[in-house]
C-alpha cells in the first residue's frame, strides 16, 4: 500500500486495537473490470464479505458481518519496482 491509503489503514488498526476489535472470516472478490493507464489501475469489483466480518477480541464474540454484495473501486500505483500498490480503496455501497 501507498498513501494516502496507507495511512487509514494504519490508523483503523489502531482504533481497532484501542477498542479490542479485529476482524474475521474472508472476503471473496468478484472483478467486474480493469482499467490500466500508464502507472495507474482501477479495479471494480462486487466483494462478497458476508463470511467475513468484526469481532471482540476479548470475548471473540461477532460484533457484524459483512455483505454479500458490495461495490468496490481500488486504484493502484506502479511504484519504480514495478509493483502495483493500492493507493485508494472505496466502498460505493451494497449491491453490484
Do not use: F
Not at 6 to 17: C, G, R
Request: charged letters at 30%; hydrophobic letters at 30%; one cysteine or more.
Amino acid at each position: 500500500m501507498v498513501e494516502p491509503q496507507l495511512s487509514k489503514v494504519l490508523t483503523t488498526i489502531e482504533q481497532h486495537q484501542a477498542n479490542k476489535v479485529s476482524s474475521y472470516g474472508i472476503s471473496v472478490v468478484h472483478i467486474k473490470s480493469i482499467a490500466i493507464k500508464e502507472s495507474e489501475a482501477t479495479v471494480n469489483d462486487c466483494l462478497d464479505s458476508s463470511k467475513a466480518g468484526m469481532r471482540d477480541t476479548t470475548t471473540r464474540r461477532k460484533i457484524n458481518r459483512g455483505i454479500r454484495r458490495e461495490s468496490i473501486t481500488t486504484t493502484l500505483k506502479k511504484g519504480s519496482d514495478q509493483r502495483w500498490r493500492v493507493s485508494k480503496y472505496v466502498v460505493l455501497g451494497e449491491g453490484c
